[in-house]
């Protein structure tokens, strides 16, 4: 937390739907995170994106998201 008191979570969330499943069968899991980045209406979170809003939020600091970010560039514009 960006206070200093405690932790919060940030999430990713992979709901295994059908497309999930077939991409999981046919040994395409590196597809997966395409499917993550377009399902968000369906519940789907990537952990960047969640971590982005912590940061927005003022819940989480800047630097401390970037260090946990998979993809840091996302955080350029904030």
Known sequence: RADGRGRVAALEVLIANKAVSALIREDKTFQIRSILQTQAAHGMCLLDSS?????????????????????PQRFAAI
């Open 51 to 71: 971590l982005v809003q912590l940061v927005k939020s003022g819940v989480v600091a800047k630097q401390e998201a970037l260090r946990h970010a998979e993809e």
